[in-house]
């Protein structure tokens, strides 16, 4: 069930601006809605209201929270099977699979762009191998044993 907004809304755009699938509609200063069809129920609307105006499939408000205190994946190279699940799941395409292991024939997966994450763990949930974790930003190294390659 597609999250919805409520007449708390105050029309900000922030939702429709920061939606990856643009299922956010409405003008400016007037109350926006969510489309179900497109709605994927990543979140990101949700932590960047200012008036807890989204509210999620049990009718619960989200607290908006500033994007630097957003979440985003760690890989662990350990684990990682190169499988590129992630990547496909990643609705922003902030994934992108680099050949980060001297002698390794694969490519794993990097967090190319950390401004366009969204923290929304799709790739830490969809992970056969549970390699992905999600971690605070800004952390030195986000994949695990790249320097021990
Ligand atoms: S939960 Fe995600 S996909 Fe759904 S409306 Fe909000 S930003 Fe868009
Ligand atoms: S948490 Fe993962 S799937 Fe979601 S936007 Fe960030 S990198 Fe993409």
Known sequence: MAYTISNECIGCMACAKICPTNAVTGEKKQIHAIDPAACIECGACGRVCPSRAVLDHFGLAFE?????????????????MSCTI??????????????????????????????LCIGCGF???????DAVTMVPRNRESRTEETEKA
Do not use: M, Y
């Open 86 to 115: 992630c990547l496909d799941t990643c609705p922003v395409s902030a994934i992108s699979q680099a050949l980060l292991l001297k002698g390794n024939p694969h490519l794993f997966p990097v967090l190319a762009d950390e401004a």
């Open 64 to 80: 908006r929270i500033p994007k630097k205190e957003w979440d985003c994946p760690q890989f662990d190279l350990k684990t990682c």
């Open 123 to 129: 790739c830490a949930g969809d992970c056969p191998a």
